[in-house]
């Protein structure tokens, strides 16, 4: 396995066709480590790649069902941006965004990370009365973000229909710059490798059936591939997040839905940004690749099916072509669904739990993409210090019970 | 997508006409002042969201606007089984 690219890696590598072993090995569980990560998604690689990285434990296992790239992370729409309203949740966002500004360097992996900027539109007087709120409090809170006109929108957006005789008119939006993309299931292949580089094992193809817990601590988990003991267990499992749970005794704040994206055949360049919908709720941006990668809601009801309703996809492509007519035409190759747990103030729970050495790392929701790096670091830092590190304290899951909720929902709950 | 069987117009529609109505069996405490604040979390927020038969509320938005039961399949989304509150309750729910 190659330890480093370099430009030179490559060009010898690519000369000779040879070298190009698999980037990630293939583990098999030792019987004890120091630290178990449930999940191998990019939240739960990313957690493994800083303990090794910064918390210096090494002695990691991360466990996954299926293979890495397989799950949410290669599912969602890309979006990356950090303009939320709450100091709380916006602390945490822009911490991963400043991750996200160096991460390729970081893990020696490209993972396309393509700051094109965030257009959140508004619709009516009120959306344009949050964006301004939001605008302002995100410049306080050190995030870059401006509230741009329809004009300005139509400069820099050609296609977009700005027409006033349109049900839902664009009346503006706000604009973060530093917002964008990156490739999805590279950032978990970047993160699998980095983590794997520095002694974490990856074990892909293992379910964990169970969570050993004696006398309120955990002792290790029972998988398909055997028992693997350890004395800290971290679940990073989304959808899963309470079946995980269930496994030591535990009821989680979440319910599960399914969420539905759907991209187009590959296109010419026609969008160069991200644009996003509260409103009609619909979001947008255009692949590398060129095909229009359009996410649309969750269903209301709860399931683990991985796919939704069709009224959702229709939902979301009236919206979309309300936005762009040219669209009318574009034919639609793909769509899924994948399935996230949805906390009911819509912030995730970074947490230790009543069973001592149990963390969870839950309740993204629809957003969790883009705070990939910034979850997993910060998780890392709670489970290694055994204490939540400082922008995870307000995630904790004994808000539900104190009632300091975070109350982005409404507030910033812009389409993810 | 899938059809539900509405208990009281007795007509299986689609899903679209209903709006999910969350967990079933979820009763109001009878007393909530006497409730500790772990137990009133527990009401207000947590649920069991189970991987399997799912007894939750739906609500015939579309039709008679009227509450009742269901029993879905969160894999497959089949539906097992739809009843009013007055057929099915917390103890003879199986």
Redesign the interface.
């Given at each position: 396995m190659q330890k480093k690219y370099s430009w030179y890696s490559l060009l010898k590598a690519g000369f000779a066709n040879q070298d190009w072993d698999k980037a990630i090995p293939s583990s098999k569980p030792k019987s004890k480590y120091d630290i178990i990560i449930i999940g191998g998604g990019g939240h739960g690689l990313a957690t493994a790649y800083y303990l090794a990285k910064e918390c210096g434990i090494t002695n990691v296992a991360v466990v996954e069902k299926g293979y890495i790239g397989g799950g949410n992370t290669g599912r969602n729409t890309t979006i990356i941006r950090s303009n939320y309203l709450r100091d709380e949740a916006s602390s945490l966002y822009e911490h991963s965004m400043r991750l996200w500004e160096g991460l390729s360097e970081d893990l020696n992996f490209n993972v396309m990370f393509s700051q094109r900027g965030v257009y959140n539109l508004g619709h009516t007087l009120q959306d344009m009365r949050d964006i301004e709120r939001r605008v302002n409090a995100n410049v306080l809170n050190g995030v870059d973000a401006v509230v741009v006109d329809d004009k300005e929108i139509k400069e820099q957006i050609p296609i977009i229909n700005t027409s006033k005789n349109v049900r839902y008119p664009i009346m503006g939006a706000s604009y973060q710059a530093r917002a964008g993309v990156a490739r999805h299931d590279g950032v978990a292949w970047g993160f699998a490798r980095a983590a794997s580089n520095l002694g974490v094992d990856i074990i892909q193809n293992c379910e964990v059936i169970d969570i050993e817990v004696e006398e309120g601590r955990v002792k290790g988990v029972k998988t398909t591939q055997g028992d693997i003991m350890a004395d800290r267990v971290g679940c990073v499992s989304a959808g899963?997040s309470?079946?995980i749970a269930k496994m030591a005794g535990l009821?989680?704040?979440?319910?599960?839905h399914p969420l539905q994206a759907f991209v187009s055949e590959a296109l010419k360049p026609i969008l160069h940004t991200v644009v996003m919908s509260n409103a009609v709720h619909g979001y947008v941006s255009q692949s590398d690749k060129g095909d229009l990668v359009i996410g649309a809601g969750i269903?209301?009801?709860?399931?683990?099916?991985q796919r939704g309703?069709?009224?959702i996809v229709e939902h979301c492509a009236a919206a979309i072509l309300e936005l762009f007519p040219i669209f009318s035409r574009v034919r639609m190759n793909r769509q899924w669904g994948g399935i996230v747990?949805v906390c009911?103030d819509a912030c995730p729970i970074i947490s230790p739990t009543k069973v001592e050495g149990l963390y969870f790392n839950c309740g993204w929701g629809t957003g969790g993409f883009k705070a990939t790096p910034g979850s997993g670091n910060v998780f890392a830092h709670t489970i290694a210090q055994d204490k939540q590190h400082d922008l995870a304290v307000p995630f904790h899951i004994d808000r539900?019970?104190?009632g300091a909720l975070i109350d982005e929902h409404g507030a910033a709950g812009v389409a993810h | 997508m899938f059809l539900i069987t509405c208990p009281y117009c007795k007509e299986s529609r689609d899903q679209n006409e209903f709006s999910p109505a969350g967990e079933a069996f979820i009763a109001r405490p009878e007393n909530p002042e006497a409730l500790s604040d772990e137990e009133w979390a527990d009401y207000v927020f947590y649920r069991t969201n189970i991987k399997g038969d799912h007894w939750e509320q739906w609500v015939h938005t579309s039709g008679c606007r009227k509450y009742f039961l269901v029993k879905r399949s969160t894999i497959t989304h089949e539906v097992l089984e739809a009843a009013t509150f007055q057929e099915i309750n917390s103890e003879n729910a199986s």
């Open positions: 899963h309470s079946v009821r989680l704040p979440v319910e599960s269903d209301g009801y709860n399931s683990y099916a309703s069709a009224k747990d009911p539900f019970t104190t | -």
